[in-house]
């Protein structure tokens, strides 16, 4: 990881991704599910806990990274001086520590944010943070209908964690000059797409280079977050909301939903897409 220091080690090991379940089925047999694990995630900047979050206890570093880049704590990964990963009794700690200097919005926005399944918006102390001003994205790529196509159909194949559980969303970032597509999974589609960032700012990628694919709903803060990615097309399997079209179209993203197949729809911004 770029810029600062990652101690992965914790006195009290952190849980597995899925586990192993009793459960009866309809014929009244005994026998067991994998299913997708959730714990309690606190974010610690400085010795303060600032969010507490219901994710999947995996890529926990790309977690720590990414939700501090897209909620604007941090501009660069180098702020971070130093991360440790805390298992307890009662969650899992992701403990950073940050520069001097470093976190200018941590300190003018205080949050208490305590979301269910990581919802962006819980716990905000005023609605001008709700609709807070995002930064215009630059058009560098448009995608033909069939890579559209093609990047849904990718994340689909990529969902290691969710073909066993059948119970994750998953964020993607479609290059399309690549064969490789990077996913990260959580239970929570806010998680997913933090995590997502988090790993792309370890790899130095531009999220100009590429489109994100989601497989939930497009909200105002799934915008929002890509945005701060830096993504100018975003693909979701879903549909968005009214809020998060009219923030996608200020931005200047291309906002592609109810992508099924060789079917989809364009709500914002159609010069991205190479017709």
Same mark, same amino acid.
């Given at each position: ?52 979050? #219901? ?14 880049? $897209? ?12 991360? $440790? ?30 979301g269910p399944t990581g919802c962006g918006l819980c716990g905000i102390e005023s609605l001008r943070e709700a609709s807070r001003a995002i930064r215009s994205v630059e058009q560098r790529m448009r995608l033909t209908p069939e890579q559209i196509? #093609? ?5 689909? /194949? ?8 059948? +119970?994750?969303? /998953? ?9 490789? #597509? ?18 792309? +700012? ?19 803060e799934m915008v929002q977050k890509a945005a701060a990615i830096g993504a100018s097309i975003v693909i979701a399997m879903s549909a968005p909301t009214a809020l998060a079209i009219r923030t996608a179209e200020s931005s200047g993203i291309t906002?592609?939903?109810? +992508? ?10 159609? +010069?991205?897409?190479?017709?």
């Open positions: 990881m770029h810029g600062f220091r990652f101690d992965g080690h914790s006195r009290i090991s952190t849980p597995t991704a899925s586990v192993r379940m009793p459960r009866l089925t309809s014929s009244r047999r005994d026998d067991q599910r994998i299913v997708a694990e959730e714990s309690p995630v606190a974010l610690v900047y400085d010795g303060t806990s600032i969010a507490v979050l #219901m994710a999947t206890p995996a890529d926990l570093t790309d977690l720590a990274v990414g939700f501090s880049l $897209t909620e604007g704590i941090i501009e660069d990964v180098g702020e971070i001086e130093e991360l $440790t990963i805390a298992g307890g009794p009662d969650g899992i700690e992701l403990r950073m520590w940050l520069r001097p200097g470093a976190g200018r919005l941590l300190k003018e926005r205080r949050r208490r944010l305590v196509g #093609m990047s849904i159909k990718t994340l689909a /194949a990529s969902q290691m964690l969710n073909h066993k559980t059948r +119970a994750t969303h /998953a964020a993607g970032f479609f290059d399309p000059g690549s064969r490789r #597509m990077m996913v990260r999974e959580d239970v929570g589609r806010h998680n997913a797409l933090d995590k997502l960032a988090g790993a792309l +700012a370890a790899e130095g990628i531009s999220g100009s280079t590429g489109a994100i694919a989601l497989t939930s709903r497009i909200s105002v906002l592609v939903g109810i +992508a099924r197949g060789h079917d989809f729809e364009i709500f914002s911004h159609p +010069a991205g897409i190479d017709f």
